[in-house]
């Protein structure tokens, strides 16, 4: 089956007593069993349960990988991935990362034992030298299309480099969702997501999940969700998988809405630089075009003037809210360096890109004629 179909019907399945068309949530704590330890498969939620069952199979198939393991979190994922590893075990890392997985990175696991550095996640060369820098290099952690700068890496030449060094190959897929880009295909062991962003899609969960390309790097993720438990409730797992089943809708119309919007912006006398990788200016055009089939509903920019009138913007934006996170129906607006990266410090965020004049947008799917006259407005007064 296709990416649509599959992402409305697996883990979908007719429910055998009823005929109910969706499978019913099952809240249940816990399971009566027949007689000590004589049980249907299912003993305790933390463990084992259906309905977070149904949304595993789903984007494990959705992704390629041959299983799933879903978190309370993205950064519960996150942390489930790092976790597999033991102190002293070094991990590279492109430079452009979410904030709260280098915040996690840099606050828990490089005093907790973990050896991590940085390179530049558009140098394969910069990447080679950084592994040279680890005693005892273990994994690649990937983004792309980056936040907020929006680079492309490219995943097929990392991963043939990290193979060469016996690395495994995790993949935050946040921004593109498997339906723009699916990094198993291209060499990736681990893919992450928070499934709060596009998954869900609608601002009301906060979600994540680890998807292996094998049965086996499955093993200690899901010993870790077992037996550290950051499990997700399972009326989240429902509203995700109810997500999931509008994904491609929804991501084509994200794509659409961004492009036009990247384009617009260019002809603002007010901006300084529009970032988007669907521009034949960006760096990463070419890459994306080959390693995406879309270019994602993110656009990020710089105004020209002062943090006084970025925020001027941002606070003037009417249809666009201004709020953290992504990946919702509604546009959402950003000033990563007041609210997103915050916890990145001053001279390390401005000296990757993240300076006081940088907005990213979050491109909804309402009417783009609104958005843009959001935008113009909002420029005309900054
Ligand atoms: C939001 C986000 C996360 C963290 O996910 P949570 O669900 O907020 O824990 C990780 N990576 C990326 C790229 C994100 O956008």
């Keep these: 089956m296709r990416f649509s179909t599959r992402a409305i019907h697996v883990g979908q399945d007719v429910e055998?007593?009823?005929?109910?068309?969706?499978?019913?949530?099952?809240?249940?704590?816990?399971?009566?069993?027949?007689?000590?330890?004589?049980h249907k498969g299912y003993d305790y939620s933390r463990a084992f349960n259906p309905t977070r069952e149904n949304l595993e199979a789903c984007l494990a198939s959705l992704e390629g990988g041959a299983d799933c393991a879903a978190f309370s979190s993205g950064l519960a994922a996150t942390t489930a991935v790092f976790q597999t590893l033991r102190p002293g075990d070094g991990v590279v890392a492109g430079h452009d990362l979410y904030g709260g997985t280098f915040r996690l990175l840099n606050k828990h696991f490089v005093p907790w034992g973990l050896e991590v550095v940085y390179a530049d996640g558009e140098s394969?060369?910069?990447?080679?030298?950084?592994?040279?820098?680890?005693?005892?290099?273990?994994?690649?952690?990937?983004?792309?299309?980056?936040?907020?700068?929006?680079?492309?890496?490219d995943l097929e030449g990392l991963s043939n480099l990290a193979k060469k060094h016996d690395m495994t190959v995790a993949v935050d897929n946040t921004f593109a969702t498997p339906c723009l880009q699916t990094p198993i295909a291209l060499g990736a062991d681990i893919v992450v997501h928070s499934t709060t962003k596009y998954l869900g899609g609608h601002s009301d969960v906060i979600g994540g999940a680890a998807i292996t390309r094998t049965a086996e790097q499955m093993e200690p993720i899901r010993f870790l969700?077992?037996?550290a438990g950051a499990v997700p409730s399972p009326f989240d797992c429902y509203l995700v998988q109810r997500g999931l089943k509008t994904l491609a809708l929804r991501m084509e119309k994200h794509c659409q809405n961004a492009h036009i919007i990247a384009e617009k912006l260019l002809d603002f006398p007010q901006i300084k630089e529009v970032i988007f990788p669907g521009l034949a200016s960006h760096p990463g055009h070419e890459l994306a075009k080959k390693q995406m089939c879309g270019f994602g509903g993110m656009v990020s920019f710089n105004m020209k003037g002062d943090l006084e009138k970025t925020k001027r913007f941002c606070s003037d934006l009417k249809v666009f809210s201004l709020a953290e996170?992504?990946?919702?129906?509604?546009?959402?607006?950003?000033?990563p360096a007041l609210m997103t990266?915050?916890?990145?410090?001053?001279?390390?965020?401005?000296?990757?890109?993240?300076?006081?004049?940088l907005v990213r947008l979050s491109v909804g799917i309402e009417d783009v004629e609104d958005l843009l006259e959001d935008i113009e407005q909002a420029l005309g007064n900054a």
Excluded: C
């Excluded at 055998?16 to 027949?34: D, K, N, V």
């Excluded at 394969?124 to 680079?151: H, V, Y």
């Excluded at 916890?343 to 990757?352: D, G, L, Y």
């Design 16 to 38: 055998e007593i009823t005929g109910a068309t969706i499978p019913p949530l099952f809240i249940s704590s816990t399971y009566t069993q027949e007689a000590p330890n004589v």
């Design 124 to 153: 394969l060369e910069d990447f080679e030298k950084a592994i040279g820098q680890l005693s005892r290099p273990k994994m690649m952690w990937l983004e792309t299309p980056t936040n907020p700068l929006l680079d492309i890496s």
């Design 225 to 227: 969700q077992f037996a």
């Design 325 to 335: 996170s992504l990946g919702g129906v509604e546009s959402l607006a950003n000033h």
């Design 341 to 357: 990266h915050a916890s990145i410090p001053k001279e390390i965020r401005e000296e990757r890109g993240v300076g006081d004049t």
